[in-house]
Nanobody
Framework: EVQLQASGGGLVQAGGSLRLSCAIS????????IGWVRQAPGKEREGVSC????????SYTDSVKGRFTISSDNAKNTVYLEMNSLKPEDTAVYHC????????????WGKGTQVTVSS
């Protein structure tokens, strides 16, 4: 089974930066995607970014394009989310998600890490 551990959250002023890490352990499949999903109080869960294991392709939600960068270090089994120019609206609990890209397309979730951006 896949285990995920997110870390790196904290309190930062607007305009600041944080780097989140998602450590992956346990059995992993050949074709998967790692995504970052955030949820702010009173708001729906929002997909932020993801990266594919097969070709390294990435995607971002519009609100973070140009500010956030997702990357992976396969040797360390870790995916990172570099967040720059942070805004108060980025405040949320950030979770990393492992999505198996082959049947049965299982999802695994880790505990989130809190990101708080003060104005």
């Amino acid at each position: 089974e896949v285990q995920l551990q997110a870390s790196g959250g904290g309190l930062v002023q607007a305009g600041g930066s944080l780097r989140l890490s998602c450590a992956i352990s346990g059995f992993t499949f050949d074709d998967y995607a790692i995504g970052w999903v955030r949820q702010a109080p009173g708001k729906e869960r929002e997909g932020v970014s993801c990266i594919s294991s097969s070709d390294g392709s990435t995607s971002y939600t519009d609100s973070v394009k140009g500010r956030f960068t997702i990357s992976s270090d396969n040797a360390k089994n870790t995916v990172y989310l570099e967040m720059n120019s942070l805004k108060p609206e980025d405040t949320a609990v950030y979770h990393c998600n492992y999505h198996r890209m082959t049947w049965p397309f299982t999802d695994y979730w880790g505990k989130g890490t809190q990101v708080t951006v003060s104005s």
